[in-house]
């Protein structure tokens, strides 16, 4: 039986969405295609008309839910108010909560950064620089000095906080989340 295109495309979708929820959440290891395609709704034989394996799908998935993630959606918006970055700030350290719906694609990436999996690692590599290329195109419109620098700092501080928060029990998670926060932004307030 032959498919549309545009189901095969929303297939496709559904299986993305279940895979980015699921590998940001677990990461690569501790997710089988058996949960992926479960959590899909759809069978093994769907998965293997869009996807080689595990390793094509953690790259097609990563870079969806990078594409559809907060930080991608904000470049609509105004990038000058102070506002704005401090909603990309809290937003993202949001994620360090638990059962967080919307979990980021770096928070995860920990662990799966010295995976052994070239392709793993490449799309790490890709999602990283994603993101610190969008913070820096922020930090340059606003006159900040060594805006890719700082965006670097300011990613790297976002992704270990995270991984710290969490690893440590209420209530020092909030007060910590809420510390780091606190420098984050007083350090690209200071633009330094």
């Known amino acids: ?4 295109p545009k189901h095969k495309e929303q297939t496709r979708q559904r299986i993305l969405q279940a895979a980015a929820t699921l ?14 395609m479960k959590q899909a709704n ?3 034989g769907a998965f293997y008309a869009h996807f080689s394996g595990k390793s094509s799908l953690y790259e097609a998935a990563l870079q969806f839910a990078t594409a559809k993630g907060f930080w991608a ?7 000058l108010k102070d506002r704005h970055l401090k909603a990309l700030i ?9 059962n967080s719906n919307k979990p980021s694609p770096l928070e995860f990436l920990v662990t799966d950064a010295a995976h052994q999996d070239e392709t793993v690692r490449q799309t790490y590599q890709e999602c990283f620089d994603n993101l610190v290329n969008r913070l820096s195109t922020i930090l340059a419109k606003r006159g900040l000095n ?4 700082l965006a670097e ?14 690893s440590i029990t209420e209530p020092q998670r909030e007060e910590f989340i809420q510390r ?4 984050i932004l007083t350090r690209l307030k200071q633009g330094q």
């Not at 959606?73 to 990038?79: A, C, D, F, V």
Request: charged residues 20%; glycine residues 4%.
């Open 1 to 4: 039986m032959s498919y549309s």
């Open 23 to 36: 590998f940001c959440s677990k990461g690569f290891d501790r997710v089988t295609l058996s949960q992926i």
């Open 42 to 44: 759809m069978t093994h």
């Open 73 to 79: 959606r904000s470049e609509k918006r105004t990038e």
């Open 90 to 98: 809290t937003r993202y350290l949001s994620w360090s909560r638990p």
């Open 146 to 149: 060594s805006p890719q620098n």
């Open 153 to 166: 700092e300011t990613v790297v501080s976002l992704v270990g906080t995270v991984s710290i928060a969490r």
């Open 180 to 183: 780091a926060q606190a420098r």
